[in-house]
């Protein structure tokens, strides 16, 4: 299983942008997806979840400006990010909990995608 994440970039303060992040390979079903980041210095730290249900819960810092959702028909989740702040500088990181089909049996692992740097800057 692979996770794609796209998206980043370099704003102004105020901004947005949408981050995406694709599942692909043996994938019986997605659990819970997430987003996390890491800036420069600090540990890694959850932004947003969403559940199978769409339940959803966002750090403090972010709520009210950030939405995840997901697509499951495309295996996707995404992260619309209004408002932006520079202290929203970091690397962004997807991450899925997965229903792993292999070999005639199913597993459960989770899965981190490459990360995407966002830059909040003017």
């Known amino acids: 299983v692979q996770l794609q994440a796209s998206g980043g970039g370099l704003v102004q303060p105020g901004g947005s942008l949408t981050l995406s992040c694709a599942a692909s390979?043996?994938?019986?079903?997605?659990?819970?997806m997430a987003w996390w980041r890491q800036a420069p210095g600090n540990q890694r730290e959850l932004v947003a979840a969403?559940?199978?249900?769409?339940?959803?819960n966002y750090a403090d810092s972010v709520k009210g400006r950030f939405t995840i959702s997901r697509d499951d028909a495309k295996n996707t989740v995404y992260l619309q990010m209004n408002s932006l702040k520079p202290g929203d500088t970091a690397v962004y990181y997807c991450?899925?909990?997965?229903?792993?089909?292999?070999?005639?049996?199913?597993?459960?692992?989770?899965?981190w995608g490459q990360g995407t740097l966002v830059t909040v800057s003017s």
């Open positions: 991450k899925a909990d997965v229903h792993v089909s292999e070999y005639g049996s199913v597993y459960r692992d989770a899965f």
């Open positions: 390979g043996s994938i019986f079903s997605i659990n819970n």
């Open positions: 969403i559940t199978t249900g769409g339940t959803t």
